[in-house]
Structure formats: C-alpha cells, structure tokens
C-alpha cells in the first residue's frame, strides 16, 4: 500500500455525472479559476473501471499515467464522468482520497437518455465495439446505456463511503439559466474563492453540433494522435479548446449528422417504471427533487 501511495496523485475532488448532462460545460468553466487544476484531458478515465459508454476495465490504475493529468496548483479535480456508474470507483476513490469533494451533474432522464443514444450513434460508437443501437428499445436494454441513466442506484452506491455533506447535486438545466449562481455553489463546495469567470469564453464541445460521424481519415488521425505524447498534444489541444475549435469538424475527418432521432410514447413508457423507482431511491438517499422528472 505505502509502494503504491507514493505514486498516487494528490486529487481533491471529482465531477461525476453521464454523458449530456452538462459537465462539459462546468469543467471548462472551472479551469478558468486559479484555484482549480481541470485535469487534462477532462476524462482521464483511469480511476474507475468505466472508461466511457461502452470500455470496461478493472485493472489497476496507471498511476503514473494519471498523474500526467494534472499540472499547476489548486484543488485537482478529476472530471471523469462515468466514474459515477462505475460500481468500482466509489470504493477506489475512498481508498485514496476519503476527503474527496464530489460534484454531481444530473439531466431529466429521458432526454439525458436520448441525447446519449443520438450521440452514440452519430459517432458510430456501437458499430465499433460491435453493437447495434439503432433500435432504441436494444439501447436502453443494454446496461451500458441505462446504467447512466439510474442515478439513484449510482449516488447510493457513492453513499455508502461518502457523507451527503461531500455531494453537491446540480442539476443540468441551471448551468444554462443560473450559470453564475451554480458556479459559486461548486467554488463553495470545493472550498476555493469565489471567481468572476468569463461565462462568454466557455465553451462547450460536446454539443449536437460535434457528433459528426468519423471517417476513415478521421479514425487514422485519431489513431495517431493518441501516440504523441502528452507533453506535445497537450499545448496544442488546449489552444484548440480555447479557441472553441474542434478538428473532428473537419469534411475530411467526418461526415454531417443525421437528423436528430426521437423516441415513441410506447418507448417512452419502456422506461418509466425502472426509471421513476430509481428516483424514488434518489429522492430517498439525498432529499433531492426529482418529482418533475417522473414519467407519466
């Protein structure tokens, strides 16, 4: 244990949520701030077993791979949201840093669901792990999809080694409509200054816009971009990120989106009994509100 504890990395809080819930947004927001280090990339995806929607793995961490996701001073916060699903993260986590803060970015759950499930298949992540999402009612079957969307299930499993207190709860709408009000509740909860961000200088890269389906050019560029090491892709691809620019936008690298996909009123109904009990569950374990969530 004293072997591994000299590699670990001093981290002091973790954003936690699911795909299209927004914590996109609140991480480039908080990387503004002097007092918090954002870690780089946003999503490491080290610490828990989930390394997005579809990888599963339960090694050990890379320490010092992760250790490379952090520079500068400030609370490290580690904004790997798939780690809140991760049955694996909440006990990791508590093993190595038990005073971590946690911030919890959470969406009304039939469209958190199918803006996940649009992205996917924009993206064309099913077809390249093998699957086929095309049917709505074969992607929410799938635990990999659902899993994200349970969040009661997900925050009790956190619970269990962490006080309501080390939570903070947001919700995704009001980082649109209350951006300066969510913003000093997250500076309060990581215990660092209040900070006049550049609301108009965020960005957002994880918008319907970027879900443009890669090409064969765009996966050999992808390819090789994860070979460069970090201390040269680093600079460039914050300087992109400043700039609000996506290079997956590019004709070569992809291709335009299909028109946004819906859901029936009967595939709607497919979730709501697994749904509405799971926020019962997340009503009952944090006092949030979730009552106009519920599915009719």
Known sequence: ???????????????????????????????????????????????????????????????????????????????????????????????FWPEARLVVCLREPVSRTISH??????????????????????????????????????????????????ILLIEANRMRHEPVAVLTEVCAHLGVDEYAFDLDAVHNANTAADRRPITFFGRIFRFTASLLPGFLKGPIVRRLQARGTNVYKMPVLSSEAPEKRVISDAQRALLAEQVNADLTLLEGATGFDASGWRIA
């Open 1 to 95: 244990m004293e072997g591994v504890l000299s590699v670990v990395p001093e981290v002091g809080a973790f954003l936690l949520g699911a795909p299209k819930c927004g914590t996109t947004w609140l991480a480039d927001a908080l990387s503004q701030h002097p007092g918090v280090c954002v870690s780089d990339p946003k999503e490491p995806n080290i610490v828990a077993s989930h390394k997005g929607t579809f990888p599963r793995d339960d090694s050990e961490p890379d320490w010092e791979a992760y250790s490379d996701c952090f520079s500068g001073g400030g609370v490290r916060i580690d904004c790997s949201v798939h780690a809140l699903a991760c049955p694996v993260a909440p006990s990791r986590v508590a093993r």
């Open 117 to 166: 499930w649009n992205m996917i298949l924009d993206t064309g992540e099913d077809a390249e792990f093998g699957e086929d999402w095309s049917n709505f009612e074969v992607a929410w079957a799938d635990s990999r999809l659902n899993c994200d969307t349970l969040y009661g299930a997900s925050v009790t499993r956190w619970l269990e080694y962490f006080g309501r207190d080390s």
